[in-house]
């Protein structure tokens, strides 16, 4: 719980921070505060049983664990002494309990985390925390007192926890909520924040405990928290505390009636009565009992029983231990059903890029201290073997990688930035082999300029051929008449010679339109008969064309088609179009 209200009053404060910036920090949990609040997430009994809050907590662990964030479980210890009513009206569901001593001393001597549901729980994540190199410190009594000391003593970068008396107990940065959601973010509270822009300090936000109430007091009944602000600031953060162990809560009912000066209602009057009468029971300079009570409140804040930042057990919490990868799948296999592969499949990746992270701290570290090394001088071997593609995740460049040393894993995707921060070699290695791969495409897809010029030359041979080759083809369609044109016949025997003074040889012109040119005479002398009497015919042009005889000698054959367009309309389009082509295929080689 902490201080009623006050993470309202602080809500001014409150900061939303992506889950990149806990990279390579040191942060403590409160394990009983991240229990909780994943137990509250699904709090039926087959949720309980499927282990739901405990996959959350491996979830949220990978995540930090990507971004080479060092984490310390911090447990609870023994109930403060001070804290037992309070501890046992919440067990009694806040009703009054009225416990003889014996019974009070009962409960003082079990440390709270024993023989409980919610015992067995923190076991289980202690367990689960181990497997992932996790350590866990089991404070003496408060958990978050714990780890404000380390917070306070700089040995970590932060706390997370739900109880807003973190901050009387010295810590200065604190993170209350965490969200996987969206790239993950975290909502932190810094110190620093709250002095500036609130004015309160860590003896003035005791002094709201007491007032407002907490863990260890009830407050001051009809006082709210804009009130208590106001009185607080009043008096300086300095000297408030000192003023409480003089003057008790006295002080405030003097800060309140001086703000009521002049005409009073009565409806005034009855509250100012009823703050007396709080005043009597609770923080009267008469009433020693409570000036005690109130010291000891400001004791328990300012003097937790914590282990101290040199002991031994902070040293043990604070080393480094390995990640236990067949631990870790036993642990699921059991909890969660997984099998092997999908344990590995959620972990792997982060662990290596946990690795990565590291590397790139230390070459930094390097870097700063004047030491420049190349990549293959470091003594440490670089996690990443090779650079395989370029990908982007979600709109940020990333890269696919290929890992060394690494058990189960062969690649993963890893920001970009963190690959050029922690080995920039390998992204120059990757770039130099793509743009080589590109030319040897090119080489393979152009040919080179010389090469060039001989393919057009042949190219153009091919397409005169192809064109005499049409050109052939149309004659031979003009020629399909054959049949119909003059015969020429060829015999060993000679032919009558044609007296063309012979009255009888002269033709009818009636019957000149049967008469067909033909060419005759011996082997050894050729000769046209040519009808002398019948008009002349109009000169047109005649393809004539060789025809082989048997004997090696060739012979004219006149074509006699009536027309020279006898060609299909059809052949002509297609015969067209196929030119057309063809110039277009020559004009994009050349």
Known sequence: MGVKNLWDILESCKKTLPLHHLQNKRVCIDLSCWMVQLQNVSKSHSCIKQKVYLRGLFHRLRALIAVNCTIVFVTDGSIPAIKLSTYRRRLNSGSEVTQDDRNLQNVTSLRRNMGSEFSCMIQE?????????????????????????????????????????VFLFGARTVYRDICLGDGGYVTCYEMTDIERRLGFGRNSLITLALLLGCDYSQGVHGLGPESACQIVKSVGDNVVLQKVASEGLSFVKKKRSSKKQGAVSKCNNNKENSLDHDMNVNGSEHDSQRDDQHLQVIDAYLKPKCHSADSDAVHRALAQYPFQRAKLQQICAQFFEWPIEKTDEY????????????????????????????????????????????????GRDCYEVSWEDLDGLKTSIVPADLVESACPEKIVEFEEERAERKKQNQRKTRPKKSEKGSSVTEIDLKLQRLLLDIELESSSVRNASFSSNVEI?????????????????????????????????????????IDLLSPSPPRQSRIVSKFPKSNGQCIDVIDLSESETDVSPEHERKARELRLFLASIRDEIS
């Open 125 to 165: 994540a202690k367990v689960l925390g181990m497997a992932l190199g996790i350590a866990c410190l089991d404070g003496i009594e408060e958990a978050e007192a714990q780890c404000a000391v380390l917070n306070s003593e700089l040995l970590c970068d932060g706390c997370f926890t739900s109880d807003s008396d």
């Open 347 to 394: 972990i792997l990746p982060k662990i290596a890029e946990r690795n990565l992270r590291r590397f790139c701290n230390l070459r930094s570290t390097s870097s700063d201290l004047g030491l420049k090394l190349p990549l293959h001088k470091i003594p440490v071997k670089c996690p990443v073997s090779k650079i395989s593609k370029h990908r982007k995740v979600q």
């Open 489 to 529: 016949s060829e015999s060993h025997t000679a032919a009558p010679e044609v007296d063309l003074t012979n009255q009888d040889l002269r033709l009818d012109p009636k019957s000149s339109d049967d008469v067909s040119c033909n060419e005759v005479g011996p082997s050894t002398a050729k000769s046209e008969v």
